[in-house]
């Protein structure tokens, strides 16, 4: 389908996103160019948006399949081309560490390939002028980047789902995910979702025997032959292998539970009024909660958070008069 200036929404160094026929949805072009260092190296690289696409495609399939929200519909009508849904992204880039690779070694002075204890979740304004600076958690609040419906824990909850995931995956191919980008929106229903694309523009991966580079770094680095390398990680990737998340493993939750801003419950107002009758009459607002900590088998860190969400709102709290938070990670302590 060709592409008329017209319906372009957007023409990115790697993507021209342009309006679907159908509302709320839009057709993603991938291109074929390589880019790297914020677009000071560039690449014209025939066949590469084809490819782009057909791994952005599985992976998008693959998250799907395990239940998470991705902006994904389905294959476009030409090879280099996805349908998703039109989000309203996040102005953020969320980075995914399991291993030391990158800048992360010459900011903090980590070994080259070295192995995190628990994977590491990075925070990057999406500003070309200003090459993406990280960004703090005060600094996301004071810009306001976050939709009011969307907290950074469930942002920081969510990629590491995806971890889960994608290492799982990777692994029973001999691969290891050493780390990657992500970019989230909001849908018209302010349900958070995954957007933009899973290709190995925005991976590190290294073959786990022979430490062979399975990503844009062969581009970046001129270490070898991109479409060559894509091509053998698309190959791999196709290989009917079955991922090492059949086993349960527990996870370990917080669940705050607190009455809904404005509500003042019975016990609330009981302390509140205690406080003043022991003469601290200058504090004039308590609210008081409840904590539950719980262990939960599941397969996955999103299949825990299914259960634990219904869990959450069916017997640990009120939905009439209470709200709750969750944190989840694994046993011994959230992430």
């Known amino acids: 389908m060709t592409t008329t200036a017209s319906d372009v929404l957007i023409e990115g160094k790697a993507k021209i996103v342009r309006q679907d026929t159908t509302a709320h949805q839009v057709r993603v072009i991938f291109k074929d160019c390589a880019t790297a260092f914020n677009g000071e190296k560039f690449s014209e690289i025939p066949g590469k948006g084809e490819l782009n696409a057909k791994i952005s495609g599985m992976l998008f399939q693959l998250l799907e399949e395990h239940h998470i929200p991705t902006c994904f519909v389905a294959l476009g009508e ?6 998703y849904n039109n989000l309203t992204m996040i102005p953020l880039e969320v980075v995914v560490r399991n291993h030391a690779y990158g800048s992360v070694c010459k900011r903090f002075g980590f070994e080259q390939g070295m192995a995190f204890k628990q994977p590491l979740v ?3 304004l999406k500003n070309d002028a200003a090459n993406d600076p990280q960004i703090t958690e005060s600094m996301i609040q004071e810009r306001g980047s976050l939709p009011a419906s969307i907290s ?16 799982a995956f990777f692994e029973a191919r001999g691969i290891r995910c050493a780390d990657f980008k992500l970019e989230f929106g909001v849908d018209a229903q302010g349900v958070l979702m995954l957007g933009d694309e899973l290709s190995p523009d925005n991976f590190r991966l290294r073959d786990v025997k022979t430490a062979q580079v399975l990503d844009k770094d062969v581009f970046r680095l001129d270490l070898a032959d991109l479409i060559e390398t894509y091509q053998t990680l698309l190959k791999r990737m196709e290989a009917p292998t079955k991922l090492a998340l059949d086993q349960p493993r527990t996870y370990w939750a917080q669940v705050f539970v607190k009455s809904r801003k404005n509500i003042l419950n019975p016990e609330s107002k009981a302390i509140l009024t205690s406080l003043h009758n022991v003469g601290f009459t200058s504090v004039n607002g308590l609210q008081a909660g409840k904590r539950f900590e719980v262990q939960i088998e599941a397969n996955t860190m ?14 640990l709290s009120n939905p009439v008069i209470e709200d709750f938070e969750l944190e989840l990670g694994l046993s011994g302590g959230v992430s």
């Open 78 to 83: 030409s090879a280099n081309e996805l349908v």
């Open 122 to 124: 990075e925070y990057f």
């Open 152 to 167: 950074l824990s469930l942002l920081e909850r969510r990629a590491l789902q995806i971890n889960e995931i994608f290492v």
């Open 302 to 315: 999103m299949a825990a958070e299914r259960q634990l969400l219904k869990i959450a709102e069916d017997v």
